[in-house]
Nanobody
Framework: QVQLAESGGGSVQHGGSLRLSCVIS????????LGWFRQRPGKERERLVV??????????YVDSAAQGRFTMSRDTVQNVMFLQMNRLNFDDTGMYYC??????????????????WGQGTQVTVTW
């Protein structure tokens, strides 16, 4: 099992940037799919970007909502992952989560397959 803890949320002006952090702890001897998700008011939780950290090839999936504006990175020494968010707009307001599942084949598409979640951090985009 792993434990995840996000930080870095807050209020940001429209068009601004924010960087979220997620500390990963626990059993890091296994390979995981790690990623960032969000839940906007009145909408379902959605995947933003995930990274397959194991296997022969390591790669990232960037979903359409994050294309061109959000970048995921990891500090593998400190076991922290980041979500850099640029050109934020009002539609980006919501609760942001980091999450993981143990890798079997590939990163899951459905949010329901991610069984390790942080507590979430609120992002609010303002005028």
């Amino acid at each position: 099992q792993v434990q995840l803890a996000e930080s870095g949320g807050g209020s940001v002006q429209h068009g601004g940037s924010l960087r979220l952090s997620c500390v990963i702890s626990g059993d890091l001897s296994r390979n995981y799919c790690l990623g960032w998700f969000r839940q906007r008011p009145g909408k379902e939780r959605e995947r933003l970007v995930v990274e397959n950290t194991g296997g022969r090839w390591k790669y990232k999936y960037v979903d359409s909502a994050a294309q061109g504006r959000f970048t995921m990175s990891r500090d593998t020494v400190q076991n922290v992952m980041f979500l850099q968010m640029n050109r934020l707009n009002f539609d980006d307001t919501g609760m942001y989560y980091c999450a993981a599942h143990e890798l079997k084949n590939d990163c899951a598409t459905s949010t329901y397959d991610y069984n390790f979640w942080g507590q979430g951090t609120q992002v609010t985009v303002t005028w």
